[in-house]
């Protein structure tokens, strides 16, 4: 098995590509609430109704995206700590906290969700692409080994393709 000793940088710019694909993909998914504003009084009344349940499904769901974007500032951050050691990483990860766009006031509005994620992918495409204008990428010595940064860069590419799915379905689900 071979071990590298550094990262890609191609890997870095694509993921930071990926995240501004996806950014774009969101910015552009409108929140579907057009019927809501077609229906008359009694059958908005009774679509709403029957949407309550389609909500209490969707609901937890929405928490749940509010999360894996969080959890998708991990990425980065074992980036940083198999470039930079352990102690670098703990010191990336308090700053790239800060800089988190603020999770949204009422999340169980698919609106402010979708805003919050297009935040995160903002964020994280210019990271990305801060780690790929790296001069040196070489790994550190002192630092994590696995499962290594191409499994990482791989992961995180997943883990954000999910997130965007997630928050295009709820986008999609007429629940504004």
Same mark, same amino acid.
Do not use: G, W
């Given at each position: 098995m071979i071990v590298k000793s550094e +990262? %890609?940088?191609e890997s870095l710019r694509h993921l930071s590509d990926v995240c501004a694909a996806l950014k774009r993909g969101l910015v552009d998914q409108s929140v579907d609430v057009s019927e809501h504003? @077609?229906?008359s009084f009694w059958k908005g009344f009774l679509h709403r109704r029957?949407?309550?349940k389609s909500f209490k499904k969707l609901q937890p769901q929405l928490h749940l995206i509010v999360v894996g974007a969080? #959890?998708?500032l991990r990425h980065p951050v074992a980036l940083v700590g198999y470039l930079d050691g352990f102690e670098a990483r703990s010191i990336f990860d308090k700053q790239? @906290?800060?800089r988190m766009p603020e999770v949204p006031q009422d999340p169980l509005k698919v609106q402010s969700i979708k805003l919050f994620i297009v935040g +995160?992918? #903002?964020l994280l495409e210019a990271v990305f692409s801060d780690l790929a204008s790296r001069e040196n990428l070489s790994l %550190?010595?002192?630092g994590p080994t696995k499962p290594g940064p191409e499994r990482t860069i791989e992961v995180a590419?997943?883990?954000l393709e999910s997130l965007f799915l997630k928050v295009e379905a709820a986008c999609l689900s007429n629940i504004p």
């Open positions: +990262v %890609s940088r504003r @077609q229906l029957a949407q309550k969080q #959890d998708a790239l @906290q800060n +995160v992918f #903002d %550190s010595t002192n590419q997943m883990h």
